[in-house]
């Protein structure tokens, strides 16, 4: 049977917002020394913002682009649906749609195939980007519409920190426990961000694929148990391989809640601390 300590202490976590789907993982959070946190969604708040549009007709471009979204629960596709539903524009029919984690999306529309996605996805589609003056290397996310290798514009989007994302970081840190941020993002946007939250350099990974992302896991891993916070399904299979996965259960994908060992429930991140704090107290009253 489950010790006393440790039901009260999985209710107690509960209220806070932090669900753990059973006694193990809060006995595992105990000895967990390093949490690693996805960006997009997780560390930020998923409410990105359309910044700019680079296209010879924006209209046209946004709903093309909006077409493919349309069918995508990323929180840049959100943000693309928005900006399209605030100029009063439809979407143009997609079909055949799949979303390729960490890449992008592709479609068929009455031309043919497209695409959307990064300029990893840009390159495997053969298209040449050019430089965008203050925009290849500038600190927002750049999504590209192409169709084969020919590209018809480009899309920015910018996402901000959690309000608690901070605080939770540095409480995390005072409790000796190593944090470190993972995105399949491009590394100025997640210098940018990180730069926000305290994080150093070091501790910034960007442009993985969701395989790069077990594979820090694992590297983390070797020196201690770890704890994996995320929210898409491009983060499902680090969610899976930490010692504790945690997916943001409000906005998160599906997947993710499948992949993981606890649910945050909150958009407090600072509960995440508490709760580590709270298994450590609960593994001393066990012992
Ligand atoms: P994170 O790891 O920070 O959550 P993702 O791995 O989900 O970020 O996304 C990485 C990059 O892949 C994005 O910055 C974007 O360029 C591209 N991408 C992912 N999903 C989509 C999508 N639905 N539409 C366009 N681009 C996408
Ligand atoms: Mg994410």
């Known amino acids: 049977s489950v010790p006393a300590a440790i039901l009260s202490a999985l209710s107690a976590a509960a209220r806070g917002g932090v669900l753990f789907k059973g006694g193990a993982a809060l006995e595992t959070l105990a000895e967990v020394r390093a949490f690693a946190f996805d960006k997009t969604g997780t560390l930020t708040t998923g409410q990105a913002e359309v910044t700019g549009i680079y296209a010879e007709d924006a209209d046209r471009f946004l709903c093309k682009i909006a077409g493919l979204e349309a069918h995508s629960e990323h929180p840049i596709a959100d943000a693309i649906r928005r900006a399209t539903a605030e100029r009063g524009l439809q979407p143009d029919p997609v079909t055949d749609v799949m979303a390729h984690p960490s890449e992008g999306i592709t479609g068929r529309d009455d031309q043919g195939p497209i695409w959307a996605g990064n300029p990893r996805m840009a390159a495997r589609m053969g ?7 203050g925009v290849s290397n500038g600190a927002e996310t750049l999504i590209w519409l192409g169709r084969g290798a020919v590209l018809m514009g480009a899309i920015t989007v910018a ?7 901070r605080d939770a970081l540095a409480a995390l840190k005072a409790r000796g426990v190593t944090v470190a941020l993972m995105t399949g993002d491009r590394r100025p946007v997640a210098e940018r ?13 960007a442009g993985l694929m969701p395989e790069d992302k077990v594979d820090l896991v694992a590297g983390l891993a070797a020196k201690g148990r770890v ?17 504790v996965g945690i997916a943001m259960g409000a906005a998160g994908s599906e997947v993710a809640l499948q992949a993981a060992d606890v649910a945050l429930l909150s958009e407090e991140m600072g509960q995440l601390a508490a709760a580590h704090r709270l298994a450590a107290r609960t593994a001393r009253i066990i012992r």
């Open 227 to 243: 704890a994996f916070v995320g929210d898409g399904v491009n983060d499902a299979a680090a969610l899976a391989r930490a010692d």
């Open 127 to 133: 298209a040449d980007l050019p430089h965008l003056e």
């Open 193 to 205: 961000i990180g730069a926000e939250l305290g994080l150093a350099p070091d501790d910034i990974h």
């Open 159 to 165: 996402d901000r920190p959690r309000d608690s994302s």
